[in-house]
């Protein structure tokens, strides 16, 4: 499973790609608009640059037209910009105009195999299951997951990679992972305590007291 970070925070990205386990972002509306009132054009060409791999910028318009036409505008900024189309039936007849005109769409809000179904019909490139999203309503969320990837895989002809998305929390990722999602795109929060555990911590401290202990202490190689 691939890693994205799902965030529009410039430090962060770039300190999730140094890590070099950072492939991809997500943004989407609330989260440039944490970053204050910015260029977005900008920002999400800055991103881009320091990103290996696909950036999903999210559409504004909820018309046909409008989702095409400004679609077609992101997709000029970087070479690795990535549309997302929201899971309505517009979006479904918008993902397919993209998908024949060659401009990745990454279908966003999922909440449904059949939405996820219908993303993979129209060419959608991703799909994004909201895990938290509908953890938050009483569901479980990474019951999406499973389900659209047992879908998928059963139609080989589907290239559609599932990001699992709206992720609160490092078991999030493990799950994902175990259910075969392509990519889980993560809050850098996440990320970082997706390294952290207490008994490593110890062990680092209590290897360098033994280790000084003998050998004097600040001794190194
Ligand atoms: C995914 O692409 C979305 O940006 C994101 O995961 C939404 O997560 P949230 O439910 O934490 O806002």
Not at 85 to 102: D, M, S
Not at 157 to 175: D, G, L, M, N, W
Request: net charge neutral; proline share 4%; with cysteine.
């Amino acid at each position: 499973m691939r890693l994205f970070l799902d965030t529009a925070n410039v430090e962060h990205i770039r300190h999730g790609v140094r890590l070099g386990v950072v492939t991809g972002v997500t943004t989407n509306p609330s989260l440039v608009s944490k970053e204050g009132k910015v260029d977005y054009k900008r920002l999400v060409q800055e991103i881009c640059s320091i990103v290996p791999g696909p950036v999903s910028t999210e559409v504004l318009s909820q018309d046909v037209n409008g989702m095409v036409a400004e679609a077609r505008e992101l997709a000029k900024w970087a070479k690795n910009v990535v549309v997302k189309i929201p899971a309505t039936i517009e979006g479904v007849e918008a993902t397919h105009q993209l998908a024949r005109e060659n401009i990745k769409v990454n279908f966003t809000l999922c909440f449904s195999v059949n939405q996820a179904l219908l993303a993979a019909l129209a060419g959608a490139a991703y799909v994004s299951p909201f895990v938290g999203r509908l953890d938050d309503i009483g569901e479980y969320g990474m019951g999406l997951v499973k389900d659209i990837v047992e879908v998928y895989q059963k139609y080989p002809y589907i290239k559609t990679e599932v990001i699992a998305a709206s992720i609160r929390h490092p078991r999030h990722c493990v799950e994902a992972a175990q259910l075969g999602a392509h990519i889980a795109t993560v809050p850098y929060q996440v990320l970082v305590q997706m390294i952290k555990h207490p008994l490593t911590d110890v062990g680092v401290v209590r290897f360098l007291e033994d280790w000084e202990k003998v050998m004097g202490k600040g001794k190194r190689l």
